[in-house]
């Protein structure tokens, strides 16, 4: 009996050692999300003219296209930007998001994206220009090839823009914290001007 004791007590203390670590987790990645919640830059990192291009060609660059134009900055949208795109711009804005339909209507594939986006991302730092990273696509276009583009583009940025549900596994989050990239995490679409303006203003 007295054995029994022992091992239940025993039992007990790891149970709490478990939970206390749990919990103490959970603040803190509570805390972490909150801390990068609609963080908003006092100062401009990036300037215009700006060239908006994709990876993975999904037709979220359209939106952020869009949102640069309300906010009335100077860009050039180009889906499938390389190198020789670069003479006329300031800084890139990559949108991030692997779509088959999107390629199929752009007349490349995920090998040829891939090649490009490796190509396109060198040039730019040869350039010494920033990369803006934006991921709009939400849990839903979260895949192996969207999650390649992701840590590709985002280990090269200078700064990182997600909706919350894009970073629902804090797969965007490591990538911030592991290379110290400031990252931004939104609620919805609407919310990115703010963040997205103060990069330039």
């Known amino acids: 009996m007295k054995k029994k004791a022992i091992i239940k007590n025993i039992f007990l ?25 609609n963080i908003y ?7 215009e003219k700006i060239l908006i291009t994709s990876a993975g060609q999904s037709t979220d660059t359209y939106i952020i296209k869009n949102i640069a134009n309300e906010l009335m900055l100077h860009n ?7 190198r020789v795109d670069l003479e ?21 594939s995920y090998k040829d994206e891939v090649i490009r986006i490796e190509k396109f991302i060198e040039s730019v730092q040869a350039a010494d220009m920033p990369i803006i990273m934006v991921y709009i696509g939400g849990k839903a276009r979260r895949n192996s090839k969207t999650d390649y583009f ?52």
């Not at 830059?41 to 300037?47: D, E, F, R, V």
């Open 76 to 82: 050039y949208f180009m889906p499938k930007a390389e």
């Open 150 to 201: 992701l840590k590709r583009v985002g280990e090269a940025s200078s700064f990182i823009i997600s909706t919350h549900d894009g970073d629902y596994d804090e797969f965007i989050s490591s990538i911030s914290s592991e290379k110290g990239i400031p990252l931004s995490l939104v609620g919805d679409i609407q919310e990115i001007k703010a963040p997205f303006a103060s990069l330039y203003r």
């Open 13 to 37: 203390v790891i149970l709490g050692a478990v939970m206390t670590f749990s919990i103490i987790n959970w603040f803190k990645l509570l805390s972490y999300k909150e801390h990068k919640t």
């Open 41 to 47: 830059l006092t100062q401009s990192i990036a300037s």
């Open 88 to 108: 006329l711009v300031h800084s890139i804005v990559i949108v991030v998001g692997y779509s088959t339909i999107g390629e199929m209507l752009n007349d490349s």
